[in-house]
């Protein structure tokens, strides 16, 4: 069992940045793959970024490339989301997802746990 709690949301201006995290804690958090999805109203839960359990793979939507950074610490079993230049159509609740398995899933049944999820606003 894999208990995985996002921070760091908020409300900022088109343009400003935010940094999002995740703390995992349970059994071998550390040996998952971690993923980010967002959730905007109405809408599908989306894929935003993955990173395998070394941090060596990494994979993003393309939407979001160039502007986010996922990143992990395991000696402190949590998971990043840098988010540069935000806009407006970023705005959603953010999910962080944990996962026994390659980087690549852009599914959201294709991961195991999931946290409460951080809202993030972005005004224009």
């Known amino acids: 069992q894999v208990q995985l709690d996002e921070s760091g949301g908020g409300l900022v201006q088109a343009g400003d940045s935010l940094r999002l995290s995740c703390a995992a804690s349970?059994?071998?958090?550390?040996?998952?793959?971690m993923g980010w999805f967002r959730q905007a109203p109405g809408k599908e839960r989306e894929f935003v970024a993955s990173?395998?359990?070394?941090?060596?793979?990494?994979y993003y939507v393309d939407s979001v490339k160039g502007r986010f950074t996922i990143s992990r610490d395991n000696a402190k079993n949590t998971v990043y989301l840098q988010m540069n230049s935000l806009k407006p159509e970023d705005t959603a609740v953010y999910y962080c997802?944990?996962?026994?398995?390659?980087?690549?899933?852009?599914?959201?049944?294709?991961?195991?746990?999931w946290g409460q999820g951080t809202q993030v606003t972005v005004s224009s």
């Open positions: 997802a944990a996962r026994w398995g390659t980087v690549g899933a852009v599914l959201p049944s294709q991961y195991d746990y």
């Open positions: 349970g059994r071998t958090s550390r040996d998952y793959t």
């Open positions: 990173i395998s359990w070394n941090g060596g793979n990494k």
